[in-house]
């Protein structure tokens, strides 16, 4: 256990459903993440949030919208996803600030796009 | 562009030492991480260096050569429970983990 839960675990979705996916962390870190990781693929940063503000969107498709209420909670909503967007998708949560610090990441959702 | 390059996959045996490497390109630098990903599991920390050398840490050891953009994971004493994916990342001068694709370590018996 690393601290840092995701649900659920695994997803499978048509493209017209709306989803979202959820991440908590109990370690009391100030940064939260969200990555794709595709098979034999680096992983890619999506988005990250300090202290509950975004401060990173690497270019992301609008279909995903994350959102961060608070500082241990993190979602990303999901809607009119295409095949190409299955992957595990992972959350991980830092100290934060400009630091060099460990991430600590969830388990995953394992994403199916029908 | 940045780039972190390390093997697809690596076979060895229980018992035996294996090297992993990993080479990078990127736009400034403020250390390498090595994480262990076992299969369906969250990828979990093993080791940072931001120093040339080598720091040891049980049976896994890791080195860096910021001149070179080399580092290796070295394993000894191989077990079963090894078999994992290892993820080789570089914090960028922003503070960004850059990731390699991973290298997929299989042990045989």
């Known amino acids: 256990e690393t601290g840092v839960t995701q649900t659920p675990r695994h997803l499978v979705m048509g493209m017209t459903n709306k989803k979202s996916l959820k991440c908590e962390q109990h370690?009391?870190?100030?940064?939260m993440y969200w990555y794709k990781q595709s098979a034999k693929k680096p992983l890619e940063l999506m988005f990250v949030?300090?202290?509950?503000?975004?401060?990173e969107n690497n270019s992301v498709p609008s279909r995903f919208s994350p959102e961060c209420p608070n500082s241990s909670h993190l979602f990303l909503h999901l809607h009119t996803l295409q095949p190409e967007d299955s992957a595990l998708y992972l959350c991980?949560?830092?100290?934060?600030?400009?630091?060099?610090?460990?991430?600590?990441f969830g388990p995953g959702t394992r994403l199916t796009v029908l | 562009g940045q780039n972190i390059d390390q093997p697809t996959e690596m076979t060895a045996t229980e018992g035996a030492i294996v090297q992993i490497n990993c080479t990078y390109q990127?736009?400034?630098?403020?250390?390498l991480f090595w994480y262990q990903q076992h299969a369906g599991e969250a990828p979990t920390f093993l080791s940072y260096n931001v120093l040339d050398g080598l720091e040891e840490k049980g049976r896994f050891s890791s080195f860096l050569s910021r001149s070179k953009g080399y580092s290796y994971l070295l394993l000894k004493e191989l077990q079963m429970k090894d078999s994992a994916s290892y993820l080789c990342a570089v914090m960028d001068s922003n503070y960004q983990l850059i990731w390699g694709a991973g290298t997929k370590l299989i042990i045989k018996p």
């Open positions: 370690l009391g870190h100030n940064a």
């Open positions: 991980a949560s830092s100290q934060g600030g400009t630091e060099v610090d460990e991430q600590f």
């Open positions: 990127t736009s400034g630098f403020n250390g």
């Open positions: 949030y300090s202290l509950e503000e975004r401060v």
